[in-house]
C-alpha cells in the first residue's frame, strides 16, 4: 500500500474532504484515518466499529480520527486504545494537521465517476435536533474562483459529474463579499466549463433556495433534476420544535413549483422518526408528505438525542416506537420509490457507469447495466424492468 488508507462514513461532505486527505497522506502508508460522524448515535457507534476493526486488520499502523464525532464524542474517541491520535474536524484539510509541509496543496489525485467538492462548511442555524455544528463550527464558503480551481481539477482527472456539498450549501456565498447566492455560483460553473456534462447538488434547504438557483433546476439540462431536501418533518408542529425555517405547505409548493417546469424532477428527502413530543397524528403527517411530494429517494432516520442539543431535553419518544415509526416511513418512500421506478419503463435515460456494473440516470434512478460498459461512461438506456431496486433495460 503506498498511500494512507481513509475509511469515511457519513455524509458527502466527508466523502469530499476524505479526497483531499487522501492526497495529502499520498506518502504515507502506514497510516488509517477514520473521518468519522456524529450525526447520531447509531453514526457513532459505527464509527467505534470501524476503528476496533481497522486496528484488527492494520495493528502496526498509526490510526488518527478526524471528523465529526473525534470533536463532538472527543473524550469517548480519544480514550479508547485503538487510536492513536485525534485530529480536529476543523483541521483536517490544513496539512499541518498531518505532519505535512504547510505548502503542500490538497487536490484531487483519483479520478471519480461523481467528483463531490464541499463548497461550503460550518451552520449558522440552531436546529433543535442537531448537534454538526458543534463539530463544524460556523457557515464558512470557498470563493467562486476557489471552487472553479476544484472543478478545473476534476475534470482534468475525466470527472464527467461533479456534485455540489457542503453542511448548508444553500447558505453558500453568506460570509463572501456581496452575499452571492448559491445560484450564482452554479451559473459560474456552468458558464466557466462548457464540457461539464452533470452538474448535481447535494441536500438542500428550500428555505434558502434563490431564484436564480430554483431557475436552472428548472431549465438548465445539465443541472441535474434530482432535488434532495432538508425536509426533516412533514407537521408543522414539529417543524416548529425543530427550529426549521420553512412549513410543511412551503415544501409542498417548492416542489410543485419545481416539477411545473421539468415534470421528470425526482425528490429526495431526509426526515427523522419520533423527534420528541412527535404524537401518532404528527408521524401521520411525516408519512403523507412523502406521497404527496412523490419523495423517491429518503433517508430516514430515527431520532437518537445528541448531546448538548435542547431536543435531548425535551420530552422523548419510548425507543420502540421510534423504530417502528422509522420502519414505516421507509416502507412508505420504498412503495413511492418502486412506483416511481416502474413508471420509467419505456422511458430513455443518460446512464452515468458507476465501478459495480450500475450507473445513475439523471434523476438518480440506479440501473443495471450490460457487461462492458467501462465507469465514467455516459451510455443512453432505454428502461425495461424493475428487479431488485435496479431499472433494467437496453442501450439505445
Not at 434512478?365 to 467501462?374: E, K, T, Y
Amino acid at each position: 500500500m503506498s498511500e494512507a488508507q481513509i475509511v469515511t462514513l457519513g455524509c458527502r461532505m466527508n466523502i469530499a474532504e476524505s479526497d483531499s486527505i487522501r492526497a495529502m497522506l499520498a506518502d504515507s502508508p502506514d497510516t488509517v484515518v477514520v473521518n468519522s460522524c456524529a450525526v447520531t448515535e447509531e453514526a457513532v457507534r459505527q464509527t467505534r466499529k470501524a476503528i476496533r476493526r481497522l486496528r484488527r486488520a492494520r495493528p502496526d499502523a498509526r490510526l488518527l480520527v478526524t471528523g465529526c464525532a473525534a470533536d463532538i464524542e472527543r473524550s469517548q474517541i480519544s480514550a479508547m486504545d485503538e487510536v492513536d491520535g485525534i485530529v480536529a474536524n476543523t483541521a483536517k484539510l490544513d496539512p499541518r494537521s498531518w505532519n505535512v509541509p504547510a505548502a503542500t496543496v490538497p487536490r484531487p489525485d483519483v479520478a471519480h465517476t461523481r467528483a463531490f467538492i464541499a463548497v461550503q462548511n460550518g451552520c449558522d442555524h440552531a436546529c433543535t435536533f442537531c448537534v454538526i455544528p458543534q463539530g463544524r463550527g460556523q457557515s464558512r464558503s470557498l470563493t467562486i474562483a476557489q471552487v472553479l480551481r476544484e472543478v478545473e481539477g476534476h475534470l482534468a482527472l475525466g470527472a464527467p459529474e461533479i456534485v455540489l456539498t457542503g453542511v448548508d450549501v444553500t447558505s453558500w456565498g453568506s460570509d463572501l463579499p456581496g452575499r452571492p447566492a448559491l445560484g450564482t455560483l452554479v451559473g459560474a460553473i456552468l458558464d466557466a466549463f462548457p464540457r461539464l456534462a452533470r452538474l448535481r447538488l447535494s441536500s438542500v434547504d428550500g428555505a434558502e433556495m434563490d431564484d436564480t438557483l430554483a431557475a436552472l433546476l428548472m431549465h438548465e439540462a445539465r443541472v441535474m433534476p434530482h432535488v434532495h431536501l432538508s425536509l426533516q418533518s412533514g407537521d408543522d408542529m414539529i417543524l416548529k420544535r425543530m427550529k426549521r425555517r420553512h412549513s410543511r405547505a412551503q415544501a409542498i409548493t417548492l416542489v410543485e413549483r419545481l416539477r411545473s417546469a421539468r415534470p421528470d424532477m425526482a425528490i429526495g428527502a431526509d426526515l427523522i422518526a419520533g423527534f420528541p413530543t412527535e404524537s401518532e397524528a404528527m408521524h401521520a403527517s411525516n408519512l403523507s408528505i412523502i406521497r404527496e411530494c412523490g419523495i423517491v429517494h429518503g433517508h430516514v432516520f430515527p431520532y437518537s438525542p445528541r448531546p448538548g442539543t435542547p431536543a435531548a431535553r425535551m420530552p422523548q419518544v419510548p425507543p420502540p416506537i421510534v423504530k417502528r415509526r422509522a420502519a414505516e416511513l421507509r416502507a412508505a418512500v420504498a412503495e413511492t420509490r418502486d412506483a416511481w421506478l416502474r413508471g420509467l419503463h419505456g422511458s430513455v435515460h443518460r446512464v452515468l457507469a458507476e465501478r459495480d456494473g450500475t450507473g445513475h440516470a439523471e434523476n438518480f434512478a440506479r440501473f443495471r447495466l450490460p457487461d462492458g460498459v467501462a465507469a465514467g461512461t455516459i451510455v443512453t438506456m432505454k428502461a425495461d424492468a424493475v428487479e431488485n431496486g435496479l431499472v433494467t433495460g437496453s442501450i439505445v
